[in-house]
């Protein structure tokens, strides 16, 4: 059975006082609940020190919102996946959506940053999903498809052994918008059939999360889904009692 995660994306937010209560209030508010649901926070660069400093020995998992596809050199700005290592992280997000909208991230560079974060070390958590345009014209299976084939060509099936895959319909990102549990369900569904066809056995035990204005009112519905291991939580992810609220939801 796959474990539930729940992974916050603060996104850009932050600050050292702030951080400090909002960490010691999620580390405070998911103890005991490591047997049924791993919790973690990916937070900005600056700040991933405090986060190893505040949460090493807890419960709570941190990682990165992004990385670069190169291992180092001259790329000014950018983070390398061995960096991002020093600073203890596990997880690192991939492909995000306002990545590929805001900064011009295509497939094939998001396949080129999963391959990078595997090879030194980190969980890539592999973001798909389509626009409200590609869905209202029934291109969502289509959309999702071609998205995760990007990376499942470039690195093979076998290594999402160690990967994380995040369905982020961008219609329902930070919009209050959120996909209903049965349309959730269908397009997971879709992404695990997706890496069935080449791999059964990497594809039952890959974890495959919801993002997309998940909040503690509906986090529960969400996580009823038996396709639905988790979420990748943006807004409320920023106020801790409602971050833990929704990791208590996965761990029951």
């Not at 990385?67 to 290592?85: C, D, H, N, P």
């Not at 995040?166 to 959730?184: N, R």
């Not at 059964?200 to 889904?225: D, I, W």
């Amino acid at each position: 059975m796959r474990q539930k995660l729940v992974v916050g994306n603060w996104k850009m937010h932050g600050g050292l006082a702030a951080n400090r209560s909002l960490l010691q209030g999620v580390v405070a508010g998911v103890k005991g609940l490591a047997a049924a649901v791993e919790c973690a926070v990916c937070v900005p660069y600056p700040y991933l020190a405090q986060a190893q400093q505040e949460l090493a020995k807890t419960e709570v998992s941190w990682g990165a919102q992004n990385l670069s596809e190169q291992v180092s050199g001259a790329f000014t700005g950018e983070v390398s996946a061995a960096m991002l290592k020093d600073f203890g992280c596990r997880y690192v997000i991939v492909g995000h959506s306002e990545r590929r909208a805001l900064y011009g991230e295509d497939d094939g560079l998001v396949a080129k940053k999963f391959k990078q974060a595997l090879a030194g070390g980190l969980v890539p958590i592999l973001c798909v999903g389509e626009t409200l345009a590609q869905r209202e014209s029934g291109q969502t299976a289509e959309v999702v498809a071609a998205q995760l084939d990007a990376v499942l060509d470039a690195a093979g099936v076998e290594v999402f052994a160690g990967a994380v895959v995040a369905y982020e319909p961008v219609w329902a990102i930070g919009t209050g918008l959120t996909a209903s549990p049965a349309q959730a369900q269908a397009v997971h569904e879709g992404i695990r059939a997706r890496l069935a066809a080449r791999n059964a056995e990497v594809a039952a035990g890959v974890r495959v999360l919801y993002g997309g204005s998940v909040k503690a009112g509906n986090a529960a519905e969400l996580f009823a889904m038996p396709g639905i291991d988790g979420a990748l939580v943006g807004g409320a992810s920023l106020v801790a009692e409602e971050f833990v609220a929704i990791c208590r939801a996965a761990a029951f």
